[in-house]
C-alpha cells in the first residue's frame, strides 16, 4: 500500500521512499550482497570484504575476508550454524558462530528511519536497474536516544554524550520500478570508548553494500563434510 503512494508523489518524497525501500527490501524473500568496510582507528586503517546470501525465513550464508587473508565462512539454518576459518577450515556444527555473522536486513535498516536533511542525486543505474539516487544524515539525538533506550541506559553518560558528537551520512540507490535498495554506503565518525581510562578516541568507517538476485532461487544448505572428517 506505501509503494504506489511514493510512486506517484509529484516530485520524490524521499522520506516516503526510505520507507518504502525499507519495508519492500526486508520482505524480498532471498538476495545476494557483497560488501566492504575501511575501519580507521589511531592512524591504523584495516579492510573487510564480504559475500553473503539469503532465502527466506531462516537461511544464510556469508564469507569474510579480511585485507591479511583471514576469513571466516558461516551457514546458518535455523538453530544451527556450521563455521568453518581460515585457522579452523573443517566444517563444524557451532551454536552461534558470533564472530562470523550476517546481521538481519532488518537491523540493517532500521537506522534509515532516523534520516534527516535527505537531497536528491543524480540517478545512476546499477546492475541494469534504473535508480534514485539520494543521501541524507543521521539524526545522532534520536539515534542516541534510541540506543539508549535499547540498551537500558547502561552506557556511561560520557560515552552518549561522546555519540551525540559523532555522525553517520548515508548514501542509497533505490530501484525506480520495484523500490527495492540496490546499493547503500555509509560513513560513520563515531566515538571508540575505553571504559579503562576514559580517553576520547574516534574511528572512522565507511561501508558499501550491493544487494541483487532479488527473490531469486537460491538453495542454502549445511556444507559437506570435508573428506576424512569423521
Not at 511514493?6 to 518504502?20: E, H, K, N
Not at 550482497?33 to 589511531?42: I, K
Not at 534527516?116 to 546492475?127: F, G, K, P, V
Amino acid at each position: 500500500l506505501v509503494m504506489p503512494l511514493a510512486a506517484c508523489t509529484s516530485g520524490p518524497d524521499l522520506r516516503a521512499i526510505t520507507t518504502t525501500a525499507s519495508t519492500c527490501t526486508e520482505q524480498a524473500q532471498s538476495w545476494r550482497v557483497q560488501g566492504a568496510a575501511s575501519y580507521s582507528s589511531d592512524g591504523e586503517t584495516q579492510e573487510t570484504t564480504w559475500d553473503g546470501e539469503f532465502a527466506a525465513p531462516d537461511r544464510w550464508r556469508v564469507k569474510i575476508t579480511t585485507e591479511t587473508g583471514m576469513w571466516c565462512e558461516a551457514t546458518r539454518i535455523g538453530e544451527q550454524s556450521y563455521v568453518r576459518a581460515s585457522d579452523m577450515p573443517d566444517s563444524g556444527a557451532a551454536a552461534g558462530g558470533a564472530a562470523c555473522v550476517m546481521g538481519s536486513m532488518t537491523e540493517e535498516l532500521e537506522p534509515l528511519e532516523l534520516l534527516i536533511d535527505l537531497e536528491r542525486l543524480a540517478d545512476e543505474e546499477i546492475e541494469h536497474v534504473q535508480c534514485l539516487h539520494y543521501r541524507g544524515r543521521m539524526d545522532m539525538d534520536a539515534f542516541v536516544q534510541r540506543e539508549e533506550a535499547g540498551t537500558g541506559s547502561q552506557w556511561p553518560p560520557e560515552l552518549l554524550e561522546l555519540m551525540r558528537r559523532g555522525s553517520m551520512e548515508v548514501e542509497l540507490w533505490v530501484g525506480k520500478d520495484d523500490y527495492l535498495i540496490r546499493q547503500m554506503k555509509r560513513l560513520d565518525h563515531m566515538p571508540e570508548w575505553d571504559a579503562g581510562t576514559a580517553e576520547e578516541r574516534w574511528i572512522r568507517q565507511s561501508t558499501v553494500i550491493r544487494l541483487y538476485d532479488f527473490n531469486e532461487p537460491i538453495s542454502i544448505e549445511p556444507p559437506a563434510a570435508d573428506s576424512g572428517e569423521g
